[in-house]
C-alpha cells in the first residue's frame, strides 16, 4: 500500500465521521438541559459542516473522491452518545454523560486529524495538511469548551444529589444495559490471564514496601 492510500483512508475516515457527526449533533443538542451547552453543540455542529466542505477541498487538491469509506469508531462512539442520552439521567447528570460522550467524539477526531495530517506533510501535501489543520483546531477547541461547560455542571451536579439524597430507589435495568452489564464481565474475564503476572508482581511490589 502506497503512502498516498494511507493517506486516502484516514481522510476518508475522517470524511465519514463527520458526515456522521452532521446527522448525531442535532439529536444531542436536543438532549442537553444546560443552554450554554446546547449552545456550543449547536456552534460545533456548523463548524462540523464546515469541517465536511474543508475535506472535500482537500480531497479536490488530490484529485481523488472522498466517499468510499465508513468509520465504524465513530458509529461506535457516536452509539455511545446515543446511550447516554437515553439514559435515566436527569438535569446536570445527564449534560455531564452528554459531555463525556461528546469529549470521546472529539478526542477520536483529533487522533484522525493527528495522523493525516502527518502523512500529507510526510508526502509534502502543504495544502491538504493546512485544510486538516483547520480542522484539528477546532476539535482542540471544542474539546477545551466542553471540559470548561463541564465545570458549573458538575457544581450543579453536586446539590442536585444533595436535593435527591432520599430517592435512592433504581429502575430495572433495561436488556441493553443487561447485555452491556454482560460483556463487561467477558471484557475483565478475557483480560484476567494477561493481568494475572502484572497483578501478582504488583502485590510483591506493594508488600516489600510496607
Ligand atoms: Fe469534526
Not at 468509520?71 to 461506535?76: I, T
Not at 447528570?93 to 460522550?101: F, P, Q
Request: hydrophobic share 35%; glycine share 6%; net charge negative.
Amino acid at each position: 500500500m502506497a503512502l498516498m492510500d494511507v493517506l486516502l483512508d484516514e481522510m476518508r475516515d475522517l470524511y465519514s465521521a463527520e458526515n456522521q457527526l452532521v446527522k448525531a449533533l442535532p439529536k444531542v443538542a436536543k438532549g442537553c438541559n444546560d443552554d450554554s451547552l446546547k449552545s456550543q453543540i449547536k456552534n460545533h455542529l456548523e463548524e462540523t459542516k464546515g469541517q465536511v466542505l474543508r475535506l472535500r477541498e482537500a480531497f479536490g487538491h488530490l484529485g481523488k473522491k472522498p466517499t468510499g469509506q465508513h468509520c465504524n469508531g465513530m458509529e461506535g462512539v457516536i452509539e455511545e452518545g446515543q446511550d447516554a442520552l437515553e439514559k435515566d439521567e436527569e438535569g446536570a447528570n445527564k449534560d455531564l454523560c452528554i459531555v463525556g460522550a461528546t469529549l470521546r467524539v472529539e478526542h477520536y477526531e483529533v487522533a484522525g486529524y493527528t495522523v493525516a495530517i502527518s502523512l500529507a506533510k510526510a508526502l509534502k501535501q502543504t495544502d491538504v495538511a493546512a485544510l486538516l489543520n483547520e480542522n484539528l483546531k477546532e476539535e482542540l477547541a471544542a474539546a477545551k469548551a466542553l471540559q470548561a461547560a463541564s465545570k458549573p455542571l458538575l457544581k450543579q451536579a453536586a446539590s442536585e444529589d444533595d436535593a435527591d439524597e432520599n430517592e435512592d430507589e433504581k429502575k430495572p435495568k433495561s436488556a441493553k444495559e443487561k447485555q452491556s452489564e454482560q460483556e463487561s464481565q467477558e471484557d475483565e474475564e478475557e483480560a484476567a490471564p494477561e493481568l494475572q503476572g502484572k497483578a501478582a508482581s504488583k502485590a510483591a511490589k506493594t508488600s516489600k514496601r510496607k
